[in-house]
């Protein structure tokens, strides 16, 4: 089972500012078989970034994705009021897994 | 609309069965692979089971192996949960998950509501 580890597990930040989540797999991802979900208190997830590095269907473009093999990110060029939430890394190369979730707070 | 809807969820005691239900609508459910979710209350996701567009391919988690079976019927448009057994560990919410893609592994694109499934005496 590929364990995934998400850092750091809160991240305060200030609307405006940059927010970068790092996600490390325990081993290779396979062909980048990566995704990136937003949680929001009693919402189901939405997906955001798929294989790694590609936005879903009406994601904005200040969210990116970015590595392979077993280093992920997620970056978010400018926080929006509305990003405060929660991000789960997931592979979905080897069976299915998530990790433990990054928790994006008002500072 | 594409959208999936989950039921079946309730109080059952432990030891308990319980079926869950997921009615697709607005896309060709025989296309994609689906899935199960879970959350426990306050934490994190974790992937339960898949199933393959044509039901001959399934996967689960180890801690429900054996006491979990996922399938689904084509022609109602419709995904399925049967879980036995149950214990306090699998109190949750359950959502039913469609891939991003038709006839591919996939990230988890079209979420439901959720169904909560509460395991107590």
């Known amino acids: 089972e590929i364990v995934l580890t998400q850092s750091p597990g809160t991240l305060s930040l200030s609307p405006g500012e940059r927010a970068t989540l790092s996600c490390r797999a325990s081993?290779?991802?396979?062909?980048?078989?990566l995704a990136w979900y937003q949680q929001k208190p009693g919402q189901a997830p939405r997906l955001l970034i798929y294989?790694?590095?590609s936005r879903a269907t009406g994601i904005p473009d200040r969210f990116s994705g970015s590595g392979s093999g077993t280093d992920f990110t997620l970056t978010i060029s400018r926080l929006e009021p509305e990003d405060f939430a929660v991000y789960y890394c997931q592979q979905y190369g080897n069976s299915r897994t998530f990790g433990q979730g990054t928790k994006v707070e008002i500072k | 609309e594409v959208q999936v809807v989950e039921s079946g969820g309730g109080l059952v005691q432990p030891g308990g069965s319980l079926r869950l239900s997921c009615a697709a609508s607005?896309?060709?459910?025989?296309?994609?692979?689906m899935s199960w979710v879970r959350q426990a209350p306050g934490k994190g996701l974790e992937w339960v089971a898949n199933i393959k567009q044509d039901g001959s391919e399934k996967y689960y988690v180890d801690s429900v192996k054996g006491r979990v079976t996922i399938y689904r019927d084509n022609a109602k448009n419709s995904l399925y949960l049967q879980m036995n057994s149950l214990r306090a560990e699998d109190t949750a919410v359950y959502y039913c998950v469609r891939d991003i893609f038709p006839y591919t592994y996939g990230a988890f694109h079209i979420w439901g509501q959720g169904t909560m499934v509460t395991v107590s005496s």
């Open positions: 607005g896309f060709t459910f025989s296309s994609y692979w």
């Open positions: 294989g790694a590095s």
């Open positions: 081993q290779s991802v396979s062909s980048s078989y």
